[in-house]
């Protein structure tokens, strides 16, 4: 009989984590049965995946939290048993589902650092990293990091849980990708072409450093009075971002080509819009696998990305460059993009404007679209959906071994 697959997130909103779930989801439903779970509900499941949803927690009831994750937690041992395997990604989640059944059924998957995530309390940090990890990692059968990088984080941190740790780098469509890249751009934003524009698009986080960015944009437009900067996103940081533009000089906007920085908020298929730019920016504090980086690439336009962990010597390398190499001296050119200081690091501030500068005042022709799809072929689904497959496929004949 065909596999039953039980996948489980907090929640299917808007999200890289999210984005990377139902891809999968979509892939292994081809080859088994698919149930998705989610602690609460906030948006359907696209129709076309015909996959069942399950709401693990109950929103007609008024419970303390304690009472709330001790409900979803037998709702989820319910579930378990219906299954062969759970796979689960983020962190409370995969606490979640390693307490809820045996660990040869149970596999859970980390998407981002702790270590390095400074939205974190030394407290939170602490009992997450000391306690509620291990725990999860212990009661887990196999744990699968988003990236090469992450997965160092986690057994340097927990040696002896070394063997049941994978990384799975990508979940990508490229195919997918490099279409999104040449959609056509609203009327309101294509005339940023015609300016110096350096893009970049994600959660409006302190994670991604665009406060960072502002400050570093800030000196290049001073030099540069074609220079523009598109930012594209929302999030709880946005407000904080045009003061700090405000307090730096530089005029803000939701659209057009006049201001200095163009804020336009969430649009659909981000990605499209670096068809206006001659430079894509990453300047994270901190990653698991940035998307927003990998979808970069299947546009072909240049990148700047920090050296943060983890993520980007991987992409901009092609998996050449890892996390145990000698730290290279930055900027540091790399065969998709230039690696650069994190944020906030001494001189950080003076090596990006310069890059910035640069970047703009060139103008390398775009790759063609097989050149860009070759760039992205490693993160594809096509790729790494079968390792998937293959390790639920070995979780759950241990589990009914057992």
């Known amino acids: 009989r065909r596999g039953r697959i039980l996948m489980l997130i907090p929640h299917l909103g808007v999200g890289g984590a999210q984005g990377a779930f139902l891809r999968l989801a ?16 906030t948006r359907p499941v696209d129709q076309d995946v015909g996959l069942r949803l399950q709401v693990l927690s109950d929103a007609d009831r008024q419970l303390h939290k304690l009472g709330r994750w001790w409900g979803m937690l037998q709702r989820l041992r319910a579930l378990k048993r219906e299954h062969d395997v759970t796979i689960s990604f983020l962190s409370g989640v995969n606490l979640l589902n390693a307490l809820a059944g045996s660990p040869n059924r149970t596999i859970v998957s980390e998407r981002g650092s702790k270590r390095h995530d400074i939205g974190m309390s030394d407290r939170q940090r602490t009992l997450w990293t000391r306690v509620l990890d291990p725990l999860t990692y212990r009661r887990a059968g196999r744990v699968v990091a988003a990236s090469e990088g992450l997965a160092h984080e986690i057994i340097t941190a927990n040696p002896w849980a070394k063997g049941r740790v994978i990384a799975i780098e990508g979940t990508v469509c490229a195919e997918a990708l490099v279409d999104a890249a040449d959609l056509p751009v609203e009327s309101d ?3 940023l072409a015609q300016y110096e524009t350096v893009v970049a698009f994600g959660r409006l986080h302190v994670q991604k450093g665009y406060d960072f960015l502002l ?3 800030a000196r290049v437009r001073a030099m540069r009075s074609e220079a523009r900067l598109l930012l594209i996103g929302d999030g709880q940081e946005g407000p904080h971002l045009q003061e700090i533009a405000a307090q730096l000089g530089l005029s803000v906007a939701k659209s057009g080509c006049k201001a200095d920085v163009i804020m336009p908020g969430m649009r659909q298929d981000p990605l499209r819009y670096l068809q206006v730019a001659r430079v894509f920016a990453l300047p994270s504090r901190y990653e698991g696998l940035p998307n927003s980086l990998i979808e970069a690439l299947a546009a072909g336009v240049s990148l700047l990305a920090s050296d943060c962990p983890w993520g980007p ?3 901009l390398s092609g998996g050449s460059l890892t996390h145990d190499e000698v730290q290279p001296a930055l900027p540091f050119a790399l065969p998709h993009g230039v690696l650069m200081p994190v944020p906030d690091s001494p001189g950080a501030i003076d090596i990006w404007a310069q890059e910035l500068h640069r970047a703009l005042e060139a103008r390398p022709e775009r790759p063609s679209r097989a050149e860009r799809l070759a760039a992205v072929t490693r993160y594809d689904i096509a790729q790494t959906g079968p390792i998937w497959l293959q390790l639920a496929e070995d979780m759950a004949q241990a589990g009914r071994l057992s």
Do not use: P
């Not at 979509?26 to 509900?41: C, F, I, K, N, W």
């Open 189 to 191: 934003l294509a005339q």
């Open 215 to 217: 400050r570093a944009f």
């Open 26 to 41: 979509r892939y292994l439903s081809d080859q088994a049965e698919v149930t998705l779970a989610v602690m609460e509900g």
């Open 313 to 315: 010597r991987s992409i």
